[in-house]
């Protein structure tokens, strides 16, 4: 049967452009296309097995981690990170009108933050207003003179859409890093590996002795970010990304075995390979 793969929608995200080329990655020919609306909706699609698979973003270059994304991977430990793929992101405004008549501009939260800098030096009495997603802000903004949004420039080629200004992101360098997610035995083959804890008490030197796991075990960490759990103020969810040398398939597993004893709570969401996306 063909592939179902989740992904925020509407068509003409970059996390469409994301799971169309980390489905031909995976292998996945013909894969069936689910767009969702919001990221919740997306995690709760492969929770459900709505679903075979869900691509969703974990990290920004310039705004950092997604943190619907991480509490949604705590939530849900079961799930594991089959791939990571790396995409350039170029925004774009675009509208039906000029940019001298643009009073509202719409994208999503992080397209807005990503673009600050330009929107304050060009469009700076400009109301800013956040959608679900780019390509959501521009199926607002059709056929509207006024209004503009922020989005790639495959999604304005499929609404109709001129662009007024390309690229508009403050940063030239700006990536995110989308994960593909099934459910399924956890891998101990790739380049890196991610785990998440949480830890048994907040008291001095209880994240110290956590990470020094890590350095025993000869790991290079390459990412480390915290999040609420929720619970209480001050007690934290740590999530953490360490690369993986070759011929260290077991590495994840002996990791996870050493940080048990420290952590309330562990999830291990196994090793995968990691690629970078070249975008137009």
């Given at each position: 049967?063909?592939?179902?793969?989740?992904?925020?929608?509407?068509?003409?995200?970059?996390?469409?452009?994301?799971?169309?080329?980390?489905?031909?990655?995976?292998?996945?020919?013909?894969?069936?296309?689910?767009?969702?609306?919001?990221?919740?909706?997306?995690?709760?699609?492969?929770?459900?097995?709505?679903?075979?698979?869900?691509?969703?973003?974990?990290?920004?270059?310039?705004?950092?981690?997604?943190?619907?994304?991480l509490d949604a991977l705590?939530?849900?430990?079961?799930?594991?990170?089959?791939?990571?793929?790396?995409?350039?992101?170029?925004?774009?405004?675009?509208?039906?009108?000029?940019?001298?008549?643009?009073?509202?501009?719409l994208s999503h939260p992080?397209?807005?933050?990503?673009?600050?800098?330009?929107?304050a030096k060009n469009l700076?009495?400009?109301?800013?207003?956040?959608?679900?997603?780019?390509?959501?802000?521009?199926?607002?903004?059709?056929?509207?003179?006024?209004?503009?949004?922020?989005?790639?420039?495959?999604?304005?080629?499929?609404?109709?859409?001129?662009?007024?200004?390309?690229?508009?992101?403050?940063?030239?360098?700006?990536?995110?890093?989308?994960?593909?997610?099934?459910?399924?035995?956890?891998?101990?083959?790739?380049?890196?590996?991610?785990?998440?804890?949480?830890?048994?008490?907040?008291?001095?030197?209880?994240?110290?002795?956590?990470?020094?796991?890590?350095?025993?075990?000869?790991?290079?960490?390459?990412?480390?970010?915290?999040?609420?759990?929720?619970?209480?103020?001050?007690?934290?969810?740590?999530?953490?990304?360490?690369?993986?040398?070759?011929?260290?398939?077991?590495?994840?597993?002996?990791?996870?075995?050493?940080?048990?004893?420290?952590?309330?709570?562990?999830?291990?969401?196994?090793?995968?390979?990691?690629?970078?996306?070249?975008?137009?």
């Open positions: 049967m063909p592939t179902r793969v989740a992904f925020l929608g509407p068509k003409g995200t970059y996390a469409e452009k994301a799971a169309i080329a980390l489905a031909g990655l995976e292998g996945v020919t013909n894969p069936i296309l689910i767009p969702c609306t919001g990221l919740r909706s997306v995690f709760e699609h492969l929770a459900n097995e709505l679903c075979d698979a869900a691509v969703v973003p974990v990290e920004n270059s310039v705004e950092g981690g997604v943190t619907t994304t705590w939530i849900h430990k079961q799930l594991c990170i089959r791939r990571a793929l790396v995409l350039p992101i170029r925004h774009c405004l675009l509208s039906s009108g000029e940019l001298s008549q643009i009073s509202e501009v992080q397209a807005l933050a990503q673009c600050g800098g330009w929107l700076p009495n400009a109301l800013q207003l956040p959608t679900s997603s780019t390509a959501e802000a521009v199926r607002l903004v059709a056929n509207s003179r006024f209004r503009a949004a922020i989005a790639s420039r495959s999604a304005g080629h499929i609404n109709g859409l001129k662009e007024l200004a390309y690229p508009v992101n403050d940063v030239p360098g700006n990536r995110t890093r989308f994960l593909w997610l099934e459910h399924g035995e956890k891998s101990k083959q790739g380049d890196l590996a991610s785990l998440a804890f949480s830890l048994h008490s907040n008291v001095p030197g209880a994240l110290l002795k956590a990470l020094s796991c890590v350095a025993q075990q000869g790991l290079n960490m390459s990412r480390i970010e915290s999040r609420p759990s929720k619970r209480e103020l001050g007690e934290y969810v740590f999530f953490v990304d360490v690369e993986l040398p070759i011929g260290a398939q077991n590495a994840p597993h002996l990791l996870s075995q050493a940080l048990e004893p420290l952590c309330e709570h562990l999830a291990n969401f196994g090793a995968y390979p990691s690629s970078e996306m070249i975008l137009e």
